[in-house]
């Protein structure tokens, strides 16, 4: 599951300087190596994508959609990850915290 922590004990790194393809702007935390580390994405809505599994009921769920796909080929938990591409818009409902399989989802550090 997703390091409850990350804000405080990783390094910082623009969604920009990571090497995904990826069209937002937000803060992810390290470390990030790609392609098989990725570390956390996102800071209100943080998806560890060093845990997520690409099934997307956070997709499929979020009343606000606030996550997208984007392809990480080379990983080794899932070749697609959920993005908080939008979290700003996010409405703290928990859905996505509560359908995650593999508890990858943190919204607002709980
Ligand atoms: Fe969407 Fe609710 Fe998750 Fe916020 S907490 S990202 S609104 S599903």
């Known amino acids: 599951s997703i390091d409850p922590n990350f804000a405080a004990s990783r390094e910082r790194t623009p969604v920009a300087e990571t090497g995904l393809d990826v069209d937002a702007d937000y803060d992810a935390w390290g470390p990030v190596e790609p392609p098989e580390t990725l570390g956390v994405h996102g800071t209100h809505v943080a998806v560890d994508f ?3 599994t690409g099934e997307g009921p956070c997709l499929e769920n979020c009343p606000v959609d606030v996550f997208e796909w984007v392809e990480t080929p080379g990983h080794p938990a ?4 959920a993005v908080p591409v939008d979290e700003a818009q996010c409405i703290d409902c928990m859905l996505c915290v509560d359908v995650c399989p593999v508890d990858a989802i943190d919204v607002d550090g709980g």
């Open 50 to 52: 060093d845990v997520c």
């Open 78 to 81: 899932s070749e697609v990850k």
